[in-house]
């Protein structure tokens, strides 16, 4: 459903799309089960020619059941998103797969500044690819970024990925990533983060892999030229 409106572009965005529906209809559900029971209540004991409206605590024991027996499936459908908010929390949060390829990330007011492995797919060697506002990854590829702030608190926000990371000052998070559709796709900071925070988009480019070859050896061609 939410991906008809946001695609799908992660091996992790349909199972964090899941736990919002879960949640949706879940609590949707009990939202208009009470709002029913309330206008039905309201409606049977209304003032009527005849009939004086009728007042009830609710501690009476033959009323007390229309409570606690909502209030148990409440706590059990409490428990269901709980179970599986915590399983995708540990997939996408706390579980670390190995690593195809490592990009850093940095955050500043209002930019953001990718770094990406050169041919020998190695950070920090003369072949680095940095890129301002432009994320370039390959698709079916493992990606561990590590994330930074040179400022203030900023957030990284790729909504196809459902990936939201808040970028911290004087901090490096670690997180991962699996691109599955490629395309041109926006990258936010979700944090406010200054005047310009508005400003601070950057793109997303997840291409195959003739296409991210493609664009490597262009830039490796660029950077030769320029040294």
């Known amino acids: ?36 029971m309330f206008f039905w209540l309201l409606f049977r004991f209304r003032e009527r020619p005849g009939h004086k409206a009728e007042y009830v605590t609710g501690d009476e024991p033959d009323l007390k059941r229309w409570i606690n027996i909502p209030h148990i499936l409440i706590i059990i459908c409490d428990v269901f998103i709980v179970a599986a ?44 690819i940095t890129m301002i506002d432009e994320l370039h990854v390959e698709v079916g590829q493992v990606y561990h970024y590590q994330l930074e702030s040179t400022d203030v608190l900023h957030d ?50 997840v291409e195959t892999p003739e296409q991210h070859a493609q664009w490597m050896r262009d830039r490796g061609e660029i950077l030769a030229r320029a040294h």
Not at 12 to 25: G, Q
Not at 114 to 125: C, I, N
Not at 171 to 194: K, N, S
Request: aromatic share 12%; with cysteine; hydrophobic share 50%.
């Open 156 to 205: 990284f926000s790729v909504p196809v990925f459902r990936l939201k990371q808040d970028a911290i000052p004087g901090r490096r998070i670690v997180g991962w990533f699996e691109p599955t559709l490629p395309g041109h796709y926006d990258i936010q900071c979700a944090e406010m983060c200054g005047i310009g925070h508005g400003l601070m988009g950057a793109r997303l480019f």
């Open 85 to 128: 908010a915590i399983m995708v929390w540990v997939n996408v949060k706390q579980t670390l797969p190995e690593a195809d390829r490592t990009i850093r990330i940095v955050a500043q007011q209002w930019a953001w500044t990718f770094v990406h492995p050169g041919p020998d797919g190695q950070l920090d060697t003369d072949d680095d």
């Open 1 to 36: 459903m939410i991906e008809q409106y946001v695609v799908q572009a992660s091996t992790y965005a349909a199972d964090i799309d899941n736990v919002i529906l879960l949640i949706a209809v879940l609590t949707g559900f009990w939202f208009f089960a009470a709002q029913g």
